[in-house]
């Protein structure tokens, strides 16, 4: 059985830096794309960012210049490191990923909270 469980959310101040991390285990042959997507109380679930298995990357707008994702293929992990956090970014931040045969996981989020 795959999970997936992230790490590294908390609260900080607008400015600041957090990095999220996202560790897959269990079965795994091969991976599509990992990447992460949020939700704010009351919005829909956005993607942020996403690699995939050729390190092709894609970002929201908003959060491009701003955000990085990176992944370490031996390990199964992705990284989101988020520079010049804004209290826009407040949400739950969740880890995906993406297999052959179009099968998705999902971790179970993280809270990211950016005081202004």
């Known amino acids: 059985q795959v999970q997936l469980v992230e790490s590294g959310g908390g609260l900080v101040q607008a400015g600041g830096c957090l990095r999220l991390s996202c560790t897959a285990s269990g079965t795994i042959f091969s991976i599509s794309a990992m990447g992460w997507y949020r939700q704010a109380p009351g919005k829909q679930r956005e993607l942020v960012a996403v690699?995939?298995?050729?390190?092709?990357?894609n970002y929201l707008d908003s959060v491009k210049g701003r955000f990085t994702i990176s992944r370490d293929n031996a390990k199964n992990t992705v990284y989101l490191q988020m520079n010049s956090l804004k209290p826009e970014d407040t949400a739950v931040y969740y880890c995906n990923m993406k297999v052959p045969g179009d099968l998705v996981y999902w971790g179970q989020g993280t809270q990211v909270t950016v005081s202004s």
């Open positions: 690699i995939t298995s050729n390190t092709r990357t």
